[in-house]
């Protein structure tokens, strides 16, 4: 299976058109025209013929889960303060030992 087999099918799976596919590289900051893209979808003895290379097929797969997922979240530098207060009654509250019955306090009587 070629890439251009590959784009073709993408392009009929998610029902899209020539511009969508470009808004979609757009998205990567890869630029491509209509008839450049109208290309890759010919039919392989079509004198205009061009086969799709692996960069424009990367870049239109990365730019296809920009726009099906939205861009990706900016990770936060500094962790909450909020974050960190809850961290800290974890780490109090889990250090606590029942001593209660625990064997070293039982009586030698118990035995």
Known sequence: MTNNDILKKLRVA???RDEDIV???ALVDFRISKSEL???FRR???PK???C???ILRNFLNGLVIHLR????????KPKKDNLEKDSKKLKSGTKKNFKNSPSNKKASDN
């Open 23 to 25: 808004n979609i590289l």
């Open 38 to 40: 109208g290309a890759f």
């Open 14 to 16: 998610h029902k899209l």
């Open 44 to 46: 392989e003895d079509h």
């Open 70 to 77: 939205g861009p990706m979240p900016k990770k936060e530098t």
């Open 49 to 51: 013929y061009m086969e």
């Open 53 to 55: 290379g692996d960069q």
